[in-house]
């Protein structure tokens, strides 16, 4: 609760910052509602979890330094007709997933030039995973590009777990935190406004379900934006780790996955040096590690 209360308390602060400038506008951003379907380690060998999120995604520019601040948050409802995969609650249980994104971001006024932005990311969750359990977990995000021509943009982007939870459920010791991941990446902006990121990666450090290695054994990413008018857009992402093998058994419980389809509205100055540069987090950028499944 404590998170949320920062949450909207930051977007006060971004609120009360004037603009120096008449071109700048008081604030940018975008509302997003989408269909969504994740999957990951904490499924164990349930198929996953289908539902809708709304998301909203604020910057404010910071001219005198060359910066953006941003702030934004999106709640989401999984499984309507309940959830067949949980052990420990009613199967009648819907689940509810929160994440909260703040952070800073510098990106170039120009055509060519060096972006960069750190962002902080937390994860709420309700009824998560095959114990029905409440996590919360928390994340660092960066990313370091160079975009060419305004049109192709290249670089690195990452995530670092900063917080594991602790929970239990029928006496069982669970624990959770993010997958720490580095990805390349390649976005190419197309003439009309539409966009496409590809990403390729791997998880690091030692995972919390094997003795040895990383929680899987690499990352494929998407991302893509596809404007219907001037402030209208199709948006999506999707993810897939790869899942790592037991001893003596298949990959059926290791893997992660996302897919999402939604209906972008932007406001504000839609120049790339006025609106956040990193999306909120979700379940492509923000994958979740566990030490036990089922």
């Keep these: 609760m404590n998170k949320i209360s920062l949450y909207f308390g930051f977007c006060l602060a971004l609120g009360s910052l004037s603009a120096e400038k008449e071109d700048i ?3 940018s951003g975008d509302v997003t509602l989408a269909a969504d379907y994740f999957r990951s380690l904490p499924e164990g060998s349930w198929e996953g979890n289908t539902g809708a999120f709304l998301s909203v995604n604020l910057g404010k520019a910071l001219p005198e330094h060359e910066l953006c601040v941003q702030a934004g948050a999106s ?9 067949g995969s949980t052990v420990s609650v009613s199967s009648t249980a819907i689940q ?4 909260i994104t703040i952070g800073v971001a510098k990106k170039p006024f120009s055509r060519e030039g060096i972006s960069f932005a750190a962002v902080y990311d937390w994860m709420v969750n309700r009824n998560f995973g095959v114990f029905g359990v409440n996590p919360t977990l928390a994340q660092a995000r960066a990313l370091l590009s160079y975009t060419w021509h305004g049109q192709d943009e290249w670089g690195l982007w990452g995530a670092v777990n900063t917080q594991t939870a602790h929970e239990t459920s029928a006496q069982l010791p669970l624990k959770f935190r993010a997958v720490s991941q580095g990805s390349a990446f390649w976005r190419h902006s ?23 290695g990383s929680p899987g054994l690499y990352i494929l990413g998407l991302r893509f934006r596809a404007p219907l008018n001037a402030a209208l857009s199709l948006e999506g992402h999707g993810a897939y780790m ?11 419980r290791t893997y992660a996955a996302n897919l999402c389809f939604g209906l972008t509205y932007a406001f504000g100055k839609k120049e790339s040096s006025q609106s956040p540069l990193m999306p909120v987090a979700d379940n492509s950028t923000f994958l979740v590690d566990t030490n036990l499944s089922q």
């Design 242 to 252: 790869g899942g790592r093998k037991f001893s003596g058994g298949g990959s059926e």
């Design 190 to 212: 197309f003439s009309n406004g539409a966009s496409s990121l590809l990403w390729a990666g791997i998880p690091f450090k030692r995972g919390l379900m094997f003795r040895s």
């Design 25 to 27: 506008p008081f604030l």
């Design 75 to 83: 709640y989401g409802l999984y499984d309507w007709a309940g959830r």
């Design 96 to 99: 509810q997933q929160t994440f």
